[in-house]
């Protein structure tokens, strides 16, 4: 990159806690440009954008979502790692106006750490609403930070940070990172550390500020008292700081860590009271209404499900619609290429590539885009409306039961849509041993395409009870799986700890974006896999290899389940996807009529099998993305254990009920 | 961590701490002291509930379920199993 170039580009960063808008901001600065990834080693989200703006390229970093930097979750160390990495040019505290005093004492941490800040007082039109108004002149007077009033989800106040920063690359302003100061006691137990690194001339002290380090030997920071005393005489710094830090766990009566965070706190709360000019009580609204309906003791359970259902009536009614349309033109599509490669390839060629690799991606598509879209749609306006926290209050207690708590339901709601964005959304969990509890339990769930399963065989030749019935055997499975995981897997369960936002009328826009970048994801992922799954299997069709993996599973399908020999090779494809048991066993059997061909029994085996063996090929790949390959192997292979155990189980019971 | 602390507004509350679980809805309190490792107390700490924060509890989940309490003008939806290791002074 030539020095010019270089002038020309600049790099911000967006920070601040949960809930505050953050991500509406990044949407609005970067719209669909953007791109989702992970932290290099870290499965933490890394969402990065551009825009271009005044003939300057800006990179924007959308960081976690945090509460502090204390340093008890993955995504405050990423965060930590990038401020202190000086790349960003400009940092960007996005607070909520309406919950100043506790987004301030993460603001107090950024200073800390002398990023180059700039504050987006974000939802100043909510603060008003609840009666809050805020001097912004004195709040930036009082911190030495710039402060710019923002509405994102109206993209208003936006332009006024982009032409500061732009002001501030042209010097046409000053500008330095602002210091923040505490409490007598507290700043001279700063001080004394802070000489001694002065004094041994730590390496520390080149990646993180002097002061920030000196804070964090005080707070006895275990990263941080880690990385000193393993440099030369860097165990007499920390030392000296154990002392500093008892001497003032004496006066206090608490740890130093606490006597800190106490003086962020009242620090916050004093500047928010300077600031904070209340109009009037907020009377009771109609909001309320909506807290006692959605978070109440009972309502809040009648509401949750009957929102499930909903979303499930409208998956499936709008999914249906689209997926219609798609298939009719995805077939003209292949037939048309059909007829242009076998001339070209002969038929042994194109039908690896018609029937194999379009075949796979298109009806790959076919299936993600109209239930997966319309489930994402449904799913980010939940999220940005704020009930998603709440449906997670409600059902808590239930979630216990499965060794989680009530934040697993957000992954395994999504589940219900597909599994392999549930994978990542195990990320909200807090621990590892949570992830992978929460992740082998919405690998359990059935997703959209067992769901068209269910309702294609066994509710449609049987009857609906006995399709509920697998729904119900499924949760107790899942029930099951997870007491036994609970139980096994080292570690202890957390509990639930989370914010509840106020509720929000979604911004349209933010929804649309949201889904869009999710299917992305989910298409980098998936598409692939398929397509390249579809031409193997493809290849050992027209090979006829298939006749060799029929007879290896022979013995198991057919003498152990019971089911006809033709279940053998659908059950085999189905990993790509699987809703192709249901296409595949019709194509087999040379009819669509399964009762005629199959007993009760066999088509209810049949598919409470095809609901719990092996996730699909794309969920195998998230998995292996987040939780690495030899997780997923024995995922799957518990799974398939449990197919094939709960398959003969049915087997064995249900003629004594069907006759 | 055993060892009682003291709440930063001065006095001391000797006694009359309860577990925050012991709160119904609509009640106040001041966080005297949370019981528990450093991780598990910081985090809570870092969402406002220092000692001497005053809190109240919004509404409890069914069942055993969390208790959401209202603390420095953020709603947090906090599991029993925690709540019962928060110690608040009523009032």
Same mark, same amino acid.
């Not at chain 1, 089911?563 to 009819?591: D, H, S």
């Given at each position: ?8 580009t600049?790099?911000?960063? *967006? ?20 791109s ?29 979502g !945090?509460?502090s ?39 107090f ?8 800040? !700039?504050?987006?007082?974000?939802? $100043?039109?909510?603060?008003? #609403? ?20 923002? =509405? ?11 032409? @500061? ?5 042209? #010097? ?9 100061? &505490? ?8 001080n ?18 002097e002061?920030?380090v ?17 440099? /030369? ?20 009566? /608490?740890?130093?860590? +606490? ?5 962020? &706190? ?6 928010a ?7 009037r ?6 909001? /309320? ?11 809040? *359970?009648?509401?949750?499900? +009957? =929102?499930m ?13 689209l ?8 077939? +003209? ?10 001339? %070209? ?23 993600? %885009?109209?239930?997966?879209?319309? @489930?994402?749609?449904?799913?980010s ?62 690998? +359990? ?8 399963v ?20 499924? %949760?107790?499975? !899942? !029930? ?8 096994w ?9 989370? /914010? $509840?936002p ?11 974006? #949201? ?9 980098? $992922? ?12 493809? @290849? ?12 290896i ?9 019971h ?8 059950? %085999? ?9 249901l ?73 004594l009920?069907?006759? | ?21 012991a ?33 109240? =509890? ?10 959401? $309490? ?22």
């Amino acid at each position: 990159m030539d020095a010019q170039e270089e002038e020309k580009t600049i790099e911000i960063a *967006l920070a601040g806690n949960a809930n505050v808008g953050k991500s509406v901001i990044f949407n609005a600065l970067t719209g669909l440009n953007q791109s989702v990834g992970n932290w290099p080693g870290k499965t933490v989200e890394r969402a990065e954008g551009t825009l271009f703006y005044k003939g300057y390229k800006i990179r924007v970093i959308d960081l976690p979502g !945090i509460y502090s930097l204390s340093v008890y979750s993955m995504e405050e160390i990423v965060t930590r790692d990038y401020i202190s990495s000086r790349n960003a040019d400009f940092v960007i505290n996005v607070i909520d106006a309406s919950a100043l005093e506790r987004n301030l004492f993460f603001t107090f941490q950024l200073m800390e750490m002398e990023a180059p800040l !700039i504050i987006a007082l974000n939802q $100043i039109d909510f603060a008003e #609403k609840k009666g809050i108004k805020i001097n912004v002149e004195k709040l930036s007077d009082l911190l030495g930070v710039p402060v710019f009033p923002t =509405v994102a989800i109206r993209g208003t106040g936006i332009d006024n940070i982009l032409n @500061f920063i732009i002001d501030v690359k042209e #010097k046409k302003k000053e500008f330095k990172p602002a210091k923040i100061e &505490y409490g007598k006691e507290v700043e001279e137990a700063i001080n004394l550390i802070l000489e001694k690194l002065r004094e041994y001339k730590l390496k520390i002290t080149k990646y993180y500020p002097e002061r920030w380090v000196a804070i964090k030997l005080l707070e006895q920071d275990e990263q941080i008292t880690q990385r000193v005393s393993e440099e /030369e005489n860097g165990s007499d710094i920390v030392t000296f700081a154990e002392k500093i830090a008892k001497n003032l766990e004496e006066i206090h009566g /608490e740890p130093s860590w +606490m006597v800190l965070s106490s003086e962020r &706190y009242s620090k916050a709360n004093r500047i928010a009271t300077e600031v904070e000019h209340f109009e009037r009580r907020p009377k009771k609204s109609k909001s /309320e209404i909506l807290e006692e309906v959605t978070g109440g003791p009972k309502l809040g *359970l009648i509401t949750l499900i +009957m =929102v499930m259902v909903a979303i499930f009536y409208g998956v499936f009614t709008f999914g249906a619609f689209l997926e219609d349309l798609l298939t009719t033109y995805m077939d +003209m599509f292949m037939e048309y290429t059909r007829g242009v490669l076998s001339d %070209i390839l002969g038929h042994f060629g194109s039908a690896l590539i018609v029937d194999g690799l379009i075949g796979g991606i298109a009806s790959g598509i076919a299936v993600a %885009i109209p239930y997966i879209l319309t @489930f994402y749609l449904i799913i980010s306006f939940l999220e940005d409306s704020g009930y998603l926290p709440r449906a997670a209050f409600v059902i808590d207690s239930f979630m216990h039961k499965i060794g989680l708590h009530g934040k697993a339901f957000i992954p395994m709601i999504i589940s219900f849509g597909c599994n392999v964005p549930a994978i990542a959304g195990t990320r909200i969990m807090e621990t590892r041993r949570e992830r992978l509890i929460a992740a082998m339990l919405s690998v +359990m769930v059935p997703c959209s395409a067992t769901t068209v399963v269910i309702l294609g065989i066994v509710a449609k030749f049987i009857g609906i009870l006995p399709a509920l019935g697998l729904y119900l055997l499924d %949760i107790i499975l !899942i !029930i099951v799986l997870g007491k036994i995981l609970y139980r096994w897997l080292p570690g202890e369960g957390t509990g639930l700890i989370m /914010e $509840i936002p106020p509720y929000k009328l979604p911004s349209i826009k933010n929804v649309v974006i #949201k889904a869009w970048v999710n299917i992305k994801e989910f298409l980098m $992922i998936a598409l692939p896999v398929i397509g390249l799954g579809s031409v193997f299997l493809e @290849f050992l069709y027209v090979t006829n290899y298939i006749e060799v993996f029929s007879m290896i599973f022979n013995p198991l399908i057919v003498g152990i389940l019971h089911l006809p020999e033709q279940a053998t090779v659908p059950l %085999i494809l189905g990993i790509l996807r699987k809703e192709m048991t249901l296409i595949l066993i019709a194509e087999a059997f040379g009819t669509t009529n399964l009762a005629l061909v199959m007993t009760p029994v066999q088509m209810i085996v049949f598919t409470a099998v095809t609901m719990i063996y092996i996730p699909c090929i794309a969920t195998i790949a998230a998995l292996i993305k987040e939780f690495g390959w030899k997780i997923s192997l024995a995922m799957t292979i518990i799974t398939i254990l449990l197919a094939v155990f709960v398959g003969a189980i049915l087997t064995a019971i249900l003629p004594l009920f069907l006759g | 961590m055993n060892r009682p602390m003291k709440g930063p507004i001065g006095g001391s509350f000797g006694s009359g701490a309860v577990a925050l679980t012991a709160l119904s809805p609509g009640q106040s309190g001041v966080v005297f002291q949370i019981l528990g490792g450093r991780g598990k107390v910081q985090r809570l700490i870092d969402l406002g509930l220092v000692p001497g924060t005053r809190i109240t =509890v919004i509404r409890s989940a069914a069942f055993g379920g969390p208790i959401e $309490i209202s603390v420095r003008g953020t709603n947090l939806a906090i599991g029993r199993g925690i709540a019962s290791r928060i110690l608040v002074i009523p009032g």
